[in-house]
């Protein structure tokens, strides 16, 4: 079914080597838009999971049934068949959830992330391989936006975790600067969010060539093996 | 697993150079795929919609209750409803909705569910309570698009200011109160604050608040008078003879 090579290399492309926002600078619209805090960053990320691992998952299992020309068309439809059935149950069965997801659902489908992993991955790799792709995928973004949200958040208005009591009611956010701290619009606004995301990929660059090693530029090495795949 | 070559050369072809017998298969697959999507998502709507529509149902009559006291009216408010549509002739030009508190039979509160134009990212939805003698029992924006950190302030629960927010200083105003020309944020030349730097949200919800009391007042006795049954029409003539 799968092996633990194969799943450790899944992983490893997700979460590091592949990452989503760092590597492909994929969704970049929804990450500015919905990262001013942490709490925001998590929820669209985890919505966005969910997609990604149920859209490789269906599109891997029906690949052989699905014409290569007219491929991309139903790919969309069944990425929007699953946003939209995802959206629906969410606003039945974890109504309070809904209140604060409600307006990233509809923006997943906006999130060029699914459409690159079922394209890339799942129309030629089988049902499990595609799930966990779409999970790792999932992962490399929830990190990246956790961060970047908890860097926007804690610059931009002072505090930490804001808007997490409406998901475990007995929490709440913290003022980490205290009630004086006076904000920094400009990290609430997107060119903050730009900016941080940039000094974020440039970390990235600077870790991974010091691990490998290699003389490749690694933005350039990364969109070729992201070429590659999907070629 | 590359596509084989005289696949490549078929999405590459002009529409002319694909045989009729691929494109005819193309079409009947990608109408089966429609047909299956569109038989899920009828289903997942069928199931969904009693159970969606109850939470919402409960979520709108929990912010009815944070702004109306305990026992102010007696019946079951949110199914006295009136419906209005735009009507540019009217203080109220937004497409709203008004849920009629009784007690006792006596008109006691009026709920209104409008939306205030002119926000920085688009409208404001809000809810509105408002005494049968005209005061303001307050109002909470329930949808909102403005910039985070910065206009949400309008929101209670995101107001810095946890002890006296914001949208508090609407509570107990009513349009007589106050001139209508002061109807306006301080920097406008009106009596109501605002955060410096953040003008454009609280200025539409000042006006949306003054329009929504300006109608109530001029038709009072209609709002509550109207029976339910095809409330619009049965308003739209009533006041014709109150606005000569």
Redesign the interface.
Same mark, same amino acid.
């Given at each position: 079914m799968i092996t633990r090579a194969e799943l450790r290399e899944i992983f490893a492309n997700g979460i590091w080597k592949q990452n989503s926002s760092l590597a492909q600078t994929l969704g970049l619209c929804p990450l500015l838009a919905v990262t001013t805090t942490l709490v925001n960053g998590a929820m669209l990320s985890l919505a966005t999971l969910l997609v990604t691992a149920l859209s490789g998952f269906s599109v891997s299992c029906l690949r052989k049934f699905i014409p290569h020309e007219i491929r991309m068309p139903i790919f969309i439809m069944i990425a929007a068949t699953l946003v939209t059935i995802v959206d629906q149950c969410m606003a039945s069965w974890l109504s309070e959830i809904h209140n604060v997801l409600g307006i990233f659902i509809p923006l997943i489908i906006t999130n060029c992330i699914v459409f690159a992993r079922i394209e890339a991955f799942a129309a030629k790799n089988g049902p499990i391989q595609s799930f966990f792709d779409g999970i790792s995928m999932g992962i490399g973004m929830l990190w990246t936006l956790v961060v970047l949200g908890g860097l926007r958040e804690l610059l931009g208005s002072g505090t930490l975790f804001s808007g997490v009591e409406s998901i475990i009611p007995s929490l709440s956010g913290l003022r980490v600067f205290g009630d004086d701290y006076p904000g920094a619009i400009f990290f609430v606004l997107p060119p903050g969010a730009f900016i941080l995301l940039a000094f974020m990929i440039a970390a990235k660059n600077a870790l991974s060539s010091r691990r490998s090693d290699v003389s490749v530029h690694p933005v350039e090495s990364a969109a070729r093996q992201a070429m590659d795949t999907s070629r | 697993?590359?596509?084989a070559e005289n696949?490549v050369a @078929? /999405?590459l072809a002009t529409p002319s150079d694909i045989p009729v017998r691929?494109a005819l @298969?193309?079409a009947v697959? &990608?109408a089966i795929?429609?047909a299956i999507?569109t038989l &899920? %998502?009828a289903v997942?709507?069928t %199931?969904?919609r009693p159970?969606?529509e109850a939470? %919402?149902r /409960? $979520?709108r009559m929990r912010a009815i209750e944070e702004i109306l006291p305990h026992g102010i009216y007696d019946n079951d408010l949110v199914s006295d409803v009136l419906r209005l549509d735009a009507d540019p002739s009217s203080a109220l030009n937004v497409p709203s909705v008004f849920y009629r508190g009784r007690r006792n039979g006596a008109p006691a509160v009026l709920v209104v569910e409008t939306s205030a134009r002119g926000g920085y990212g688009g409208p404001i939805g809000l809810l509105i309570g408002i005494r049968a003698d005209g005061t303001l029992l307050g109002v909470r924006v329930t949808e909102h @698009?403005e910039?985070?950190? %910065?206009g949400d302030y309008i929101d209670p629960k995101k107001d $810095?200011n946890r002890k006296n927010p914001w949208i508090a200083q609407f509570g107990g105003l009513s349009f007589g109160a106050r001139p209508e020309s002061e109807w306006k944020v301080r920097k406008d030349g009106g009596s109501f604050d605002f955060i410096a730097?953040a003008t454009v949200s609280p200025r539409a919800i000042v006006r949306a608040v003054r329009d929504t009391l300006k109608f109530v007042a001029e038709r009072h006795e209609t709002l509550y008078g109207v029976p339910e049954k095809d409330p619009v029409t049965a308003l739209s003539h009533s006041s014709q003879g109150d606005t000569p």
């Amino acid at each position: 079914m799968i092996t633990r090579a194969e799943l450790r290399e899944i992983f490893a492309n997700g979460i590091w080597k592949q990452n989503s926002s760092l590597a492909q600078t994929l969704g970049l619209c929804p990450l500015l838009a919905v990262t001013t805090t942490l709490v925001n960053g998590a929820m669209l990320s985890l919505a966005t999971l969910l997609v990604t691992a149920l859209s490789g998952f269906s599109v891997s299992c029906l690949r052989k049934f699905i014409p290569h020309e007219i491929r991309m068309p139903i790919f969309i439809m069944i990425a929007a068949t699953l946003v939209t059935i995802v959206d629906q149950c969410m606003a039945s069965w974890l109504s309070e959830i809904h209140n604060v997801l409600g307006i990233f659902i509809p923006l997943i489908i906006t999130n060029c992330i699914v459409f690159a992993r079922i394209e890339a991955f799942a129309a030629k790799n089988g049902p499990i391989q595609s799930f966990f792709d779409g999970i790792s995928m999932g992962i490399g973004m929830l990190w990246t936006l956790v961060v970047l949200g908890g860097l926007r958040e804690l610059l931009g208005s002072g505090t930490l975790f804001s808007g997490v009591e409406s998901i475990i009611p007995s929490l709440s956010g913290l003022r980490v600067f205290g009630d004086d701290y006076p904000g920094a619009i400009f990290f609430v606004l997107p060119p903050g969010a730009f900016i941080l995301l940039a000094f974020m990929i440039a970390a990235k660059n600077a870790l991974s060539s010091r691990r490998s090693d290699v003389s490749v530029h690694p933005v350039e090495s990364a969109a070729r093996q992201a070429m590659d795949t999907s070629r | 697993m590359i596509p084989a070559e005289n696949e490549v050369a @078929r /999405a590459l072809a002009t529409p002319s150079d694909i045989p009729v017998r691929v494109a005819l @298969r193309s079409a009947v697959i &990608l109408a089966i795929f429609t047909a299956i999507s569109t038989l &899920l %998502l009828a289903v997942s709507h069928t %199931l969904t919609r009693p159970v969606m529509e109850a939470s %919402l149902r /409960a $979520k709108r009559m929990r912010a009815i209750e944070e702004i109306l006291p305990h026992g102010i009216y007696d019946n079951d408010l949110v199914s006295d409803v009136l419906r209005l549509d735009a009507d540019p002739s009217s203080a109220l030009n937004v497409p709203s909705v008004f849920y009629r508190g009784r007690r006792n039979g006596a008109p006691a509160v009026l709920v209104v569910e409008t939306s205030a134009r002119g926000g920085y990212g688009g409208p404001i939805g809000l809810l509105i309570g408002i005494r049968a003698d005209g005061t303001l029992l307050g109002v909470r924006v329930t949808e909102h @698009r403005e910039t985070p950190g %910065l206009g949400d302030y309008i929101d209670p629960k995101k107001d $810095k200011n946890r002890k006296n927010p914001w949208i508090a200083q609407f509570g107990g105003l009513s349009f007589g109160a106050r001139p209508e020309s002061e109807w306006k944020v301080r920097k406008d030349g009106g009596s109501f604050d605002f955060i410096a730097g953040a003008t454009v949200s609280p200025r539409a919800i000042v006006r949306a608040v003054r329009d929504t009391l300006k109608f109530v007042a001029e038709r009072h006795e209609t709002l509550y008078g109207v029976p339910e049954k095809d409330p619009v029409t049965a308003l739209s003539h009533s006041s014709q003879g109150d606005t000569p």
